[in-house]
């Protein structure tokens, strides 16, 4: 009987494990967050006042995160040139918890079974 209960249980779940790992791909990572929109993307990721030199503006929409992994794996984000996507990836890097796009970006860390 135990058997049988445990082959529903792993039906169950794996299902909710293809649906998590489907909106992971499609979540959203804006950058930078709302909360400082007006700022603007220094080489390093760090933050800046709009306008300073050598940074990069917000991009016009939140990058999904399918876009985001293969960026993080060596690709490059839509719409971006090598240092603007330089700059991007190593704003999203430095992403903490109660930035917008933390949750996202943080899905895409954890490892796929």
């Known amino acids: 009987m135990l058997g049988a209960?445990?082959?529903?249980?792993?039906?169950?779940?794996?299902?909710?494990?293809?649906?998590?790992?489907g909106s992971v791909l499609t979540c959203e990572i804006p950058v930078p967050?709302?909360?400082?929109?007006?700022?603007?993307?220094?080489?390093?990721?760090?933050?800046?006042?709009a306008r300073t030199k050598g940074a990069f503006p917000p991009v016009a929409r939140p990058f999904k995160g399918e876009e985001v992994r293969r960026a993080l794996q060596g690709?490059?984000?839509?719409?971006t040139d090598w240092n603007s996507n330089r700059?991007?990836?190593?704003?999203?890097?430095r992403l903490q918890r109660g930035q917008g796009g933390f949750t996202c970006f943080a899905s895409l860390q954890m490892p796929r079974g």
């Open 87 to 93: 700059a991007y990836v190593n704003y999203i890097r």
């Open 5 to 21: 209960a445990g082959a529903t249980a792993v039906l169950s779940i794996r299902p909710a494990l293809a649906q998590s790992a």
């Open 75 to 79: 690709g490059q984000l839509p719409g």
């Open 33 to 49: 967050d709302p909360g400082r929109a007006g700022s603007y993307i220094a080489p390093d990721g760090r933050l800046v006042p």
